[in-house]
């Protein structure tokens, strides 16, 4: 049984297309995030959400908007996509708000390339 | 804001011990600091965390000095397979709920 999931696993699209990247996760947890990883490998978070409600926005566009209509579900719409949102796009859950304190389990990562 | 350094690279060869160290600044006070590794293609995943002090279980030890401004993850008799990327991630300071991963140190396990 796959505890995150994501959809799709691969993305590619042309610049100023809007898309969405669905997760959802089977563990029961409160929380969900979205990271980015670009091609140096960096991490970096961008949203969280505990019981369907933001807590983490981190400085991202607001051409990114988190959704999340039950608290197994978080999706990611991107507007406009340029070049420099190419990445990789990871979800991943943990079972109370966000702390390192509470293991994440990471979705296995969406690629997005935009052409 | 929290500000995490790691070594973007190491190399080491099998059978050796390996210890990577993360240096963190402003962390939560409150908060553990935790690592994960991540292969390729895949997303990370959790390996180990502690508050302070040492920290082991089956596949790695944690040590963090009293003043918490850095940890260092020891891989003992590395394989080939822990070849991979180490993230150390911690809390940032004043109680924000952000997390900061490290840039990440990418291990190259040679035979």
């Known amino acids: 049984d796959t505890a995150v999931s994501q959809t799709p696993k691969y993305l590619v699209t042309q610049m100023g297309n809007d898309k969405s990247i669905k997760c959802e996760q089977n563990?029961?947890?409160?929380?969900m995030y979205w990271y980015k990883q670009d091609s140096k490998k960096f991490l970096k978070i961008m949203f969280s959400?505990?019981?369907?409600?933001?807590?983490i926005n981190e400085t991202v566009p607001n051409r990114f908007s988190p959704k999340s209509p039950d608290k197994a579900h978080l999706n990611l719409h991107i507007n406009s996509l340029e070049l420099g949102d190419s990445a990789v796009y990871f979800c991943a859950s943990s079972q109370a708000a966000a702390s390192a304190a509470y293991e994440q389990y990471f979705g296995p990562g969406t690629r997005l390339t935009v052409t | 804001l929290a500000k995490t350094t790691q070594p973007i690279s190491m190399d080491s060869y099998e059978g050796q011990e390996v210890n990577i160290t993360c240096s963190h600044n402003?962390?939560?006070?409150?908060?553990?600091i935790t690592w994960y590794q991540q292969f390729p293609s895949q997303g990370p995943r959790f390996i180990i965390q502690?508050?302070?002090t040492k920290v082991t279980n089956e596949v790695a030890s944690l040590f963090i000095p009293a003043d918490r401004k850095s940890s260092t993850l020891s891989l003992p008799r590395v394989s080939l397979s822990d070849t991979a990327v180490y993230y150390c991630l911690v809390g940032d300071s004043g109680n924000t709920g952000k997390l900061i991963f490290g840039q990440g140190t990418t291990l190259q396990v040679k035979p």
């Open positions: 563990l029961g947890h409160d929380t």
């Open positions: 959400y505990n019981n369907k409600e933001l807590i």
């Open positions: 502690g508050y302070k």
């Open positions: 402003n962390i939560a006070t409150n908060d553990y």
